[in-house]
């Protein structure tokens, strides 16, 4: 997305000659037409390092900054050989040199060491064509924890610019399945929300499914297939040491926490064989059961208040999305009336919105659905599409894909402009799920 | 003479009972006692006692050993699995002859227990594919318990499409995952 020289050449060349009259041109941008937002020009200088001399940095913390910013689609970096000057320090900012780039932000920085194995990272942030410092941060941080530090000034930034929360020091949890038959391994994996990181929290030569973080972000329930049969589990992420919540006959199923944390949705068979969508007490242990249908009832999901329960059922002939109360389980409606196949709801932070698996012809493709109106927008457009996932700023949406026959993460952005491959990892990936904001 | 008969009778057995504790049914051939291994003492003499027994090939299946379903059965027990159609959980009427024969099995030997494992292709959503897999087993289940098979003989899991049979992402290879397998 880098602009190339010859443009911008030329641009200098018209601009050199009317200096006044193109610092007035700068306000009337352009804007590129076919709905597509045009992303914001911006300049982020090589953050200095002042260590001891032929000493070398111990993490390109701008390098990582801007591939974040860069890689929310909303922003278009400057080539660091196209800088004119390289500040690293606020007195020597000069607007003129950003203005004559068309650049509209400006991010500079500096790490410097404090203590063995300690660093100080400091940035400033400005709007070049208002000449205004916006924003100007100190942290202190270990080597270990430059990148996620890196992160969070990339978020701070990013909410500084566009007035919605950053997500790029949250993280996910997925599925990796290597090998086949006897040779299978599962693993349940937390990694950066860039892919990067990834780290192993369960392993098991038998089938994992469904995690789902607690809203604190401190444990991830799950389904796991050992010993034949399904059962549900809470894992606390620090210890690693698990509970076995449910593990009835027949299905323990589609866990996914209540927005208290207290209670767990979930998909039970244990009444004649038939998958009912039931609540957990996880301190008392006291099972209420919210859906009693013949049909196939799972894959509940919260509303953010609390006081309903999103999920699928065939009760219709086909998987649609209905909504049931969760006092009582009275007022059981349907959400989904567009198209024959609607399952796996996720609903948005703010609730307005639910990511559903929609299928179009045989495709099955990840869609957003307004739950009050049924209206329904198409967002991904693969063959096999499955289990979206709300970042918690609500921007964006992962989902598991197919790649060359192997199972990947992809990102979309909710309007449906801004697609991203998430760093590809080892084996056949499936069913991510966003975690929630770090609660520090 | 009479307590070395009895001493006879009770490692007789002795063996017997022991030969029972491994396999389901296995009668013991023999065709004279024989002292249990590894008793270094030799408990009991070791010479004929008034009786024995002969085995007789052919009776009972192949070594007198009862039959279990699967490759090497007779018939219709020799195939373990149920096809199901596209999104459906019907038994379709092509495998009534096959789950007559199993529940023949299972109502003629209670103490033979089954463990019905649903699936479902890979298409569409993960969690829902668990429900098709146990709405299959569960209509398995209803046939075989229809043929008189206790209920306590019946076991069901259902994979989802966790499981496949095999890989490919064609028809023909979706319709060889929508199954319920019979696991004895």
């Keep these: 997305m880098t602009r190339t020289l010859p443009t911008r050449i030329v641009v200098q060349c018209m601009v050199a000659g009317m200096l006044a009259f193109s610092i007035a041109n700068a306000q009337l941008r352009i804007e590129i037409t076919q709905g597509v937002a045009r992303p914001v020009p911006m300049a982020i200088v090589p953050f200095s390092w002042e260590g001891s001399v032929g000493s070398q940095a111990p993490f390109d913390v701008s390098g990582l900054v801007a591939t974040d910013l860069v890689q929310s689609g909303r922003f278009d970096p400057l080539d660091e050989r196209d800088m004119v000057s390289r500040p690293t320090m606020p007195e020597d900012v000069d607007f003129d040199d950003w203005q004559i780039l068309d650049v509209d932000v400006l991010v500079i920085g500096r790490i410097l060491p404090a203590g063995p194995d300690q660093y100080t990272v400091i940035f400033q942030l400005y709007d070049v064509l208002r000449g205004e410092h916006l924003l100007g941060y100190r942290l202190n941080s270990s080597g270990d924890e430059l990148r996620i530090n890196s992160h969070r000034i990339a978020d701070m930034i990013f909410e500084t610019l566009t007035g919605i929360p950053g997500v790029f020091s949250t993280k996910i949890a997925y599925v990796s399945q290597e090998g086949i038959g006897d040779t299978s391994r599962y693993r349940l994996i937390i990694a950066d929300a860039d892919g990067a990181n990834p780290q192993e929290v369960a392993d098991s030569p038998d089938p994992m499914m469904s995690p789902s973080w607690s809203p604190d972000g401190r444990k991830i329930a799950y389904v796991s297939f050992e010993g034949e049969q399904s059962a549900i589990y809470v894992q606390t992420l620090r210890t690693g040491i698990r509970d076995r919540v449910s593990a009835r006959a027949g299905i323990n199923g589609a866990p996914v926490f209540s927005p208290d944390g207290r209670m767990l949705a979930l998909t039970l068979s244990q009444d004649q064989g038939n998958p009912d969508i039931y609540m957990l007490d996880l301190a008392g242990q006291v099972l209420t059961r919210l859906t009693r249908n013949v049909a196939i009832d799972t894959e509940p999901a919260w509303a953010p208040d609390g006081q309903s329960i999103y999920f699928t059922s065939d009760r219709s002939g086909g998987p649609q999305i209905y909504r049931v109360e969760t006092y009582l389980g009275a007022d059981v409606e349907r959400v989904t009336y567009e198209g024959s196949y609607n399952a796996r709801a996720r609903v948005s932070p703010d609730g307005t919105q639910l990511a559903v698996v929609h299928r179009v012809q045989s495709n099955y493709r990840i869609a957003v659905v307004d739950p009050s109106t049924g209206l329904t927008q198409v967002l991904s457009n693969g063959r096999q599409d499955e289990s979206p996932s709300f970042a918690p700023n609500g921007a964006q949406i992962i989902y598991a894909t197919q790649e060359g026959g192997s199972g990947v993460l992809s990102s979309v952005s909710t309007d449906g402009r801004i697609h991203r491959q998430i760093a590809s990892v080892a084996g056949d990936v499936r069913e991510p799920a966003w975690s929630p904001f770090p609660r520090i | ?184």
């Design chain 2, 1 to 184: 003479m009479v307590r070395q008969v009895w001493l006879l009778i009770l490692i007789v057995a002795g063996v017997a009972l022991g030969g029972c504790g491994g396999d389901s049914a296995t009668v013991p051939n023999s065709t004279a006692v024989s002292v249990p291994s590894g008793d270094a003492a030799g408990v009991g003499a070791n010479q004929n006692s008034g009786t024995s027994t002969t085995g007789i090939a052919g009776v009972g299946g192949p070594d007198g050993v009862r039959i279990v379903p699967g490759p090497d059965a007779p018939g219709l027990l020799s195939s373990l699995v149920v096809y199901f159609d596209f999104d459906q959980s019907d038994i379709q009427a092509e495998f009534n002859e096959l789950l007559a024969a199993h529940g023949d099995y299972l109502a003629s030997n209670s103490d033979v227990r089954v463990r019905l494992e649903g699936h479902a292709d890979e298409t569409g959503s993960r969690e829902y594919n668990i429900g098709l897999g146990e709405r299959r087993a569960q209509a398995v289940r209803r046939v075989l318990l229809l043929q008189g098979v206790a209920s306590e003989q019946l076991n069901t899991v259902s994979f989802g499409e966790e499981r496949p049979a095999v890989f490919g992402s064609d028809d023909d290879s979706y319709a060889l995952n929508r199954r319920v397998e019979l696991a004895y």
